[in-house]
């Protein structure tokens, strides 16, 4: 049963959805198993830019059936845009896109109740995408969520529509009055009813299956460990579990069907929001340097991400909390022409050296790096296809973040295309774990 999880061990923004394209070309199923219309995932192939939000990165292979799995939040107006989109450019998405009946809704009122507020007095202000996630996961946790099955039966639907809009009717502008909303939105939904019908289907029956019969099966996070509700940087956090245990909540498999699970990680890092802590950023000049070069703008906000040097503590907690195999290390061609390159090793604060990432994010924000200094390589990277291609001073770096992260790293991308990589370990391409 040949099953690979792929999750991201920084703060998102990795690269996920090409490399999940680039293993998922002999992938029978590729299955995303958490978050919502808040990731976007992009993948370039022969110069043409996909970004996905929603729908899994391996649908553009023709033969590779995706599954949206119960762990998702759907934004149903952003997933008929991404299949719409998808069909114009010729890809086969009604025959090869699957949507757990389990996974919940992302509802027009989630989205109105995430609309930013102010911080009160002393609070720190929680940045998100305001595309309705929070509130529908704690929805789903009150047990007041609606579910993509709940669809399929209108008299269910409408009931919970009506119970919803009671319950919050404090809490919301709604955009009209309250009971002519109800009805907009039961029509509204019974016509997306309609449309979500042919996708609907007990994915969890359909991916044990698959595994069963020796398929291969890939499973694809969005965000990364540090923006894990349980394990990242807490309260700035995603509202889901990113980390590789998501993989069997957000899909109904069992962990000892999970063959190898491997995680996805800049060169060096970055992260989005001014207010989250972030301990090796770069210094101005240099940061922008290293945005432009690595466009480093969200694919689904278009926020400006800040830019530091690789974190090997953060990295060493990724290994340990996912119990990762190996890194994918991308972007190694954005340090092409820097005189020197860094890593984190370790965290100072005052008297205290920390190795483990801790929970207390007052204390990392208060954290400074210990770094390693290396020279940089000074010449392009991109057209290299075997670890020996690459320059001395870049195989001397990448062995050191290596070994100070705790796992091999088993591919490297040097681009933005689907073959811009170095595999050092091919049984990831053809599942022979």
């Avoid at 703060?11 to 299955?31: F, Q, Y």
């Avoid at 890593?343 to 007052?362: H, I, K, M, S």
């Avoid at 195989?395 to 295309?417: C, F």
């Amino acid at each position: 049963m040949p099953t690979l999880v792929i999750v991201g061990a920084q703060w998102g923004d990795e690269g996920k959805g090409r490399i999940t394209d680039l293993l998922s070309r002999n992938a029978h199923l590729v299955v995303r198993f958490q978050g919502g219309a808040n990731a976007g995932h992009t993948v370039v192939v022969e110069g043409e830019k996909y970004i996905l939000h929603l729908i899994p990165s391996g649908i553009i292979h023709a033969d590779t059936t995706c599954v949206i799995g119960n762990g998702m939040v759907l934004d149903l107006p952003t997933l008929f845009k991404e299949i719409e989109d998808l069909k114009e450019r010729g890809l086969p998405v009604e025959k090869n896109l699957v949507i757990s009946d389990r996974a919940h809704v992302t509802m027009p009122y989630h989205r109105l109740l995430d609309m930013p507020k102010e911080p009160r007095s002393g609070q720190r202000k929680l940045v998100t995408t305001q595309r309705g996630i929070r509130p529908t996961y704690v929805d789903k946790v009150a047990r007041l969520g609606v579910r993509v099955g709940d669809m399929l039966c209108p008299d269910l639907m409408a009931e919970k529509i009506r119970t919803n809009l009671h319950e919050k009717g404090g809490s919301i502008e709604s955009p009209q009055e309250a009971d002519e909303w109800v009805d907009v939105l039961i029509c509204e939904f019974a016509e997306w009813a309609d449309r979500i019908r042919r996708y609907v289907a007990n994915t969890t029956v359909l991916i044990n299956r698959a595994i069963d019969e020796g398929k291969n099966v890939l499973f694809e996070g969005a965000q990364g460990t540090g923006l894990d509700v349980d394990f990242g940087t807490y309260p700035f956090v995603t509202s889901s579990n990113t980390t590789a245990g998501g993989a069997c909540t957000g899909t109904g498999v069992g962990p000892s069907k999970i063959d190898r699970v491997v995680a996805v990680a800049k060169a060096y890092a970055t992260r989005v929001g001014d207010e989250r802590p972030f301990p090796t950023l770069m210094p101005d000049g240099l940061e922008q340097q290293v945005r432009e070069k690595g466009n480093e703008y969200g694919a689904t906000t278009g926020r400006p991400r800040r830019c530091g040097w690789y974190d090997a503590v953060l990295a060493r907690h990724a290994v340990m909390v996912n119990g990762l195999h190996s890194l994918v290390v991308t972007k190694l061609d954005v340090l092409d022409d820097l005189p020197t390159v860094k890593v984190c090793r370790a965290y100072r604060c005052g008297d205290q050296t920390l190795e483990d990432f801790p929970a207390d994010v007052e204390l990392l924000d208060k954290c400074e790096p210990v770094y390693e200094e290396f020279p940089g390589w000074q010449t392009t990277t991109s057209n290299a296809r075997s670890f020996e291609d690459l320059p001395e001073a870049a195989r001397r770096y990448m062995n050191r973040l290596a070994e100070l992260s705790g796992a091999p790293v088993s591919i490297i991308s040097v681009g933005q295309s689907r073959n811009d990589a170095i595999m050092l370990d091919p049984s990831l391409e053809t599942y022979a774990f």
